[in-house]
């Protein structure tokens, strides 16, 4: 086991690799998350109504 020291100096060492994305691929990315949760939300949306149609016609409660 290291001592304190040489144990910081090995955190900053690799800490130094650590490669950050750039504000643009940080933009990309966040509107890629946007666009995914909006088109997951609608895929649910359609599903629900297509299985509460469902549900309805088989409990016959729509008539």
């Known amino acids: 086991m290291a001592n304190p020291g040489e144990f ?3 955190v900053r060492q690799e800490a130094s690799k650590v490669t950050w994305p750039t504000r643009k691929e940080t933009g ?5 998350v ?3 949760v909006f088109l997951a939300a609608i895929f649910f949306f359609l599903v629900d109504q297509i299985l509460a ?3 309805r016609l088989i409990l016959g409660l729509g008539a």
């Not at 990309?28 to 890629?32: L, N, P, S």
């Open 8 to 10: 910081i100096r090995q």
């Open 28 to 32: 990309i990315t966040t509107m890629m």
């Open 34 to 36: 946007f666009v995914m």
């Open 53 to 55: 149609v469902g549900v």
